[in-house]
């Protein structure tokens, strides 16, 4: 009752929605993933760096690539999803900073000079693009499949560059039936929540 | 068109919903917090390892801290905003894996044995934590106001201790009138989707 989301909308983002390991053969189409980054890209950040990028493996050429550098448990999904997304985060972003943040310009030679500032903030803020794009699969009426169980050195090597660090890799789609395990169990508020 | 997520929900989480600088006086509530606790628990970490702690700094004695450990743009907001929290990254947090993954117990010890694994596999998945608070901090009809502008160690040492990192400060209330910026620009599709 103290929430203004209504329930329906609260069940398909968090209550029902879960990380689905088998998908529905139905596609996803490429207005779906157009219409889910128009919703997520407004998610906030910090300075507005917005680092997230995203690679869509969408070839059966690239999707045998990127298979074998899976950890074994997610090979047989990743083969299967309807469409696989990888997630990364920008080093160079402050390239980009002035026209994200025009009141504020300098703020990319101010803060972002330095390679391991980038390299750091990147990883933090693309992390949290990487939550509101989840957030946004949902939306979308889709279950998203999050790993990071892969050869990281691989994938960057393979579709990415130096300057694009993956962060993580998610199949897209509408789940099958016994899509997922049980729910597990999630900390108490009291576990999580203190006040001073 | 494309989204299941209905669009007045879509306005509140994303395409309305603003990073605010300033806030009314009305509290918000225990019932509340513990409300958006309730829903964003259940968004997904690796693992489920679900690494983020919050801290709600209530008295004023504590906001007295943590003014001046805030830079000196976010002071007024952080002593006027109605809640303040300080999220933190568990770098402990595999101590709760046996009972938070009871399907596969043994992930504590195979694969954060080491500190430095789980400092980092924390960072990122109390970051994903961190985004979904911030949602249902917005799903609550509330305003979000994250910061990563203050003095980390610090603010680790006031309020933490050496196992939990500080991740960001997040103000929350009910913005008041002029509460943002105008909204900056987003990147378009194009430049942050690739398909391979």
Known sequence: MSLALDPAAQDLLFREARTANAFTDEPVTEEQVQA?????????????????????????????????LMAEGNQAKTASAPLV??????????????????????????????????????????????????VGVRAAGLAAGPMTGFDFAAVQKEFLDDDHSPLMIVNIGKPAEDAWFPRSPRLEYDEVVTTV
């Open 36 to 68: 889910i980054y128009d919703l997520v890209k407004f998610g906030p950040t910090a300075f507005n760096q917005t680092p997230l990028r995203i690679v869509l493996v969408r070839s059966a050429e690239a999707r045998e690539r990127l298979v074998p």
């Open 85 to 134: 997304a990888i997630l990364a985060a920008d080093n160079e972003f402050h390239e980009e900073l002035p026209k994200l943040l025009p009141h504020f310009p300098q703020a990319k030679d101010m803060f972002f000079s330095e390679r391991p500032v980038r390299e750091a903030a990147a990883g933090v803020n693309a992390a949290l693009q990487a939550a509101y794009f989840i």
